[in-house]
């Protein structure tokens, strides 16, 4: 327990709403944890403690979903029996869910301890939608939720990484070529917009991959993107 981390509440947290047929990601818009289930969504704040910092960021992600949880680990045998009655009872007072790990375990359980009522009101449609298209947008789950001083795999750096996979397998990249990919236009609109500075132009409407980019690729972080990426762009002639 002395080297527990927040991250170490992500994967058991993941498997419980998966098994419930939820889509989970991890960091969606400033949200440790997003599960979509076709209308519903749900955000769940991963922290080593119950504290008030905590209460204050529920109460936040309420704006954008009534269906918001709070994880932390499992108490020790040894906690005071009312400190947990009363967390549990302030967590069904604000209509907080309340999840528990089990870091103590080797199986690392995920439990639901209280749900929230669902009757809270949404104030920032705008937000919701935002984060649910974060979460489509994404091929897979290519972050570790609660990371801190990580780089977060959005929705465009997958995009941009996608891309910069498709350059090293072409040489060069244009506009036209995207669209005989069966790319959106504005997929183009990464190479020229260069946000990254992973490519650089070889002629008139034309980018192919920087130094900078030919290091992304060697990135350790991006190492499970890049080879999915770089795997689904194989041809049946590649593999022979």
């Known amino acids: 327990m002395a080297d527990f981390k927040e ?26 944890v997003l599960a979509v289930r076709g209308t519903e969504t749900v955000v ?3 922290k080593k403690s119950f504290n008030i910092t905590l209460v204050y960021q529920l109460m936040q992600r309420q704006t954008i979903t ?8 499992r108490p020790d045998k040894g906690a005071r029996e009312r400190t947990w009655k009363s ?54 789950d290519f972050n570790l939720g609660g990371s801190t001083r990580r ?17 090293e397998k072409y040489s060069r990249l244009s506009g036209s070529l995207l669209k005989e990919l ?17 490519f650089e ?12 980019g030919r290091q992304a690729l060697d990135e350790p972080q991006y190492s499970a993107i890049v080879k999915f990426y770089r795997e689904s762009f194989k041809t049946k002639s590649d593999v022979e």
């Open 87 to 140: 967390m549990v009872k302030l967590c069904e007072r604000l209509d907080f869910g309340l999840i528990t790990v089990a870091v103590d375990s080797p199986l690392k359980f995920a439990e639901i301890i209280c749900s929230p009522s669902k009757m809270m009101k949404i104030t920032n449609y705008r937000r919701k939608k935002e984060a649910e298209n974060e979460v489509a947008k994404r091929s897979g």
């Open 182 to 198: 069966g790319y959106e236009p504005k997929a183009y609109s990464i190479l020229y917009k260069n946000y990254y500075k992973w």
């Open 7 to 32: 991250t170490d509440l992500y994967m058991p947290v993941k498997e419980l709403f998966e098994k419930l047929g939820y889509s989970v990601r991890a960091e969606v818009k400033n949200c440790d």
């Open 151 to 167: 780089k977060i795999i959005t929705a465009y750096r997958e995009k941009s990484i996608e891309l910069l996979c498709l350059a």
């Open 44 to 46: 769940i704040e991963l």
């Open 201 to 212: 132009k070889a002629e008139k409407g034309v980018y192919c991959v920087s130094e900078t």
């Open 66 to 73: 009534s269906n918001v949880y709070a994880a932390i680990p």
